[in-house]
């Protein structure tokens, strides 16, 4: 079965505002539709379904808490709103209505979809999307669902392995130096950034939804959907020359 991107619905009223967004968000991989109320979503859910909501609160008509109060019990979709709203009164109320993650703005579009990803993951698993995908350390191979494969080379591999080990959470450039044998003390911090590019873009084209995120000064992480890690498999004794650079 071939996995479709992350579907996301946008509800925002300031159409400049909403395009941007939508544009970001399909630059990071994500099937976006968007509404300017609440009136429009209906439409929307109505003729399809999605696998995050991402809601404004000043919304004419209905406002988005009340939007996620009354969505929010269907639990097929994780909610975040994104507000400018940055009272700790507004983000209580909107997390009690059903809002998964608050936001302010204006926000980092890779945090953005780093959030939406990681609801997306808690979601689709519950509708059999994802919840699939193996990784085997030897041979250095990425299975997907659909039993595609992909082989890494033996840096990927290994920085793919550190981040696979702590799924969501953020690697440091030193923590990945030091798996690849890099003294810390003579750390080539560009050399770290170009693997990691390098193993950004295979991971994507194999499918958009494995996605490694960034931050300044911080370092990495993973945030696609749940990889299980085993040290091999049936292809175990193959070689993996086909992955290698």
């Not at 929307?44 to 995050?52: A, E, Y």
Request: proline fraction near 5%.
């Amino acid at each position: 079965m071939e996995l479709r991107p992350i579907r996301v619905f946008l509800v925002e009223d300031n159409q400049a505002l909403r395009e941007e967004m939508s544009f970001q968000l399909e630059h990071e991989g994500f099937e976006v539709r968007s509404a300017q109320d609440a009136r429009e979503l209906a439409s929307l859910l109505q003729s399809d379904s999605c696998d995050v909501l991402v809601l404004d609160i000043n919304l004419p008509g209905e406002d988005g808490f009340s939007i996620a109060r009354r969505l929010a019990d269907q639990k097929k979709w994780g909610i975040v709103m994104l507000t400018a709203r940055d009272e700790i009164d507004d983000k209580l109320r909107a997390l009690r209505d059903g809002a998964d993650i608050y936001l302010v703005k204006p926000i980092d579009r890779r945090e953005l979809a780093a959030c939406i990803v990681a609801l997306a993951r808690r979601v689709r698993p519950i509708q059999g999307v994802d919840s699939a995908w193996c990784y085997l350390k030897v041979p250095r191979v990425l299975q997907a669902p659909d039993n595609r494969e992909l082989s890494l080379t033996p840096q990927d591999a290994i920085v793919l392995g550190v981040l696979l080990e702590r799924q969501g959470e953020t690697c440091t450039r030193a923590e990945l130096g030091t798996s690849l044998g890099i003294d810390f003390m003579d750390f080539p911090e560009g050399r770290i950034n170009t693997v990691i590019s390098r193993l950004r873009a295979k991971l994507i084209a194999f499918d958009p939804n494995l996605r490694i995120v960034g931050w300044r000064n911080q370092g990495y992480a993973y945030v696609g959907p749940l990889v299980k890690l085993l040290p091999t498999g049936p292809s175990g004794g193959r070689s993996s020359d086909s992955g290698q650079s």
